[in-house]
């Protein structure tokens, strides 16, 4: 892995460079395009603003696992070594990433942060703290960890305990002893939830009745299921119906369900000083509110480029429809199946390389 210090880096763009193409985004996403990249004769580089290897999994709760064994959690080109438990830890998937980094030794430039992105005469130009780097092509990689999601709730500014999101979750050390509401009904509010019912009450709020995987079922069973599915509406084929539900048992969520610990019910009809009136006009107190409800792209680099509609940035596959040389990766579904995984980004890094690699070839950019 290549590390470059921003005030040696800002003398040579100084000289004229302008890169073939740059990522925005040194994270799994940024990782698996580094890794294509690499195969190609394209002069690349990879921005992130974080201080170290590991994306958002630095910002991640501590006792966060994945839904996956190590052997179906793998970026391309190397498997994720095996981990001590069936499901790997944040710091044996932070491991493997910094691993990645260095046995492929990406061109990698951190912390360095972009504040602006704009386009003049084909040149993509990426105004960071310190300089301004200049690229024939840009992929967006920034994902969706800055951009937390949190529903508009009555009255929920006049509450005065303690109030976050699950992105700032962190231990449960901070709520021992708290009464806690947790909101969301995915994975990380059934984990959450079981994680802090070790050490204090806790309320969990759903919009429907949560739905469990079966106890034996797993992330990689639960992708092979979607990506089934995924072929069948590719292929016009009527999809199953059968549903195998949204939460992984991990095994605080397995033994939260079995020793029926979980307290479920549905939402509050409005927030008050102290806490939260439910249904009926029943108040409660709590200490603490988590929300577990999700997050949304980050795309706010791309406002000044033309090329969103609605707060969307339209695409092709992963390429950009109204900005010429974007394109945008990792973000979920819509900029190709299962994007957001460890195990899904593969696919979409490999087919946005080629695209790119395409497109400076077409410009006289590169030569073949």
């Known amino acids: 892995m290549v590390f470059w210090e921003c005030g040696w880096f800002k003398e040579l763009n100084e000289t004229g460079n302008i890169y073939d193409c740059i990522v925005i985004g040194g994270g799994q996403s940024g990782l698996a395009l580094g890794y294509y990249l690499n195969k190609t004769g394209i002069d690349y580089l990879i921005i992130d603003e974080n201080q170290q290897p590991g994306g958002s999994w630095n ?3 501590e006792t966060l696992n994945l839904f996956s064994p190590s052997e179906h959690s793998s970026l391309p080109g190397w498997q994720m070594p095996k981990s ?63 951009n937390k999601f949190i529903p508009e709730e009555p009255a929920s500014d006049l509450f005065e305990g303690i109030l976050i999101h699950s992105g700032e979750y962190h231990s449960y050390t901070e709520f021992i002893d708290k009464k806690v509401l947790v909101i969301g009904g995915g994975n990380s509010g059934a984990q959450i939830a079981a994680e802090l019912l070790k050490y204090t009450k806790v309320v969990w709020v759903t919009l429907h009745q949560p739905r469990f995987l079966p106890s034996e079922i797993n992330g ?32 605080e969520v397995r033994s939260a369900l079995q020793n029926k610990l979980y307290d479920i019910r549905r939402p509050m ?6 806490g939260v009136i439910w249904p009926g006009g029943i108040e409660e107190s709590f200490d603490a509110v988590i929300w577990c409800t999700g997050f949304k792209p980050d795309l706010s680099l791309t406002e000044q480029l033309g090329a969103m509609i609605n707060n969307k940035v339209p695409v092709t596959g992963t390429k950009a429809n109204l900005c010429n040389g974007l394109w945008m990766v990792g973000y979920g579904n819509w900029t190709g199946f299962a994007s957001a995984t460890l195990i899904g980004v593969g696919r979409t890094a490999k087919k946005t390389i080629s695209e790119v690699k395409d497109y400076l070839l077409n410009r006289n950019i590169i030569k073949s």
């Open 59 to 61: 910002h991640t709760w």
């Open 220 to 251: 990689k069973d639960l992708f092979d299921y979607a990506t089934s599915r995924y072929r069948e509406s590719k292929t016009n084929l009527s999809p199953s119906t059968n549903n195998l539900g949204d939460i992984v048992q991990v095994d």
């Open 269 to 274: 009809i409005s927030f008050t000083r102290t």
């Open 84 to 146: 001590a438990d069936y499901f790997p830890d944040k710091y044996h998937v932070l491991n493997y990433l910094e691993q990645y980094e260095k046995r492929y030794k990406l061109n990698i430039l951190r912390p360095c942060k972009a504040i602006t992105v704009t386009k003049e005469k084909n040149i993509f130009k990426i105004q960071t703290q310190n300089e301004l780097l200049k690229t024939h092509s840009l992929i967006m990689a920034t994902g969706t960890w800055k």
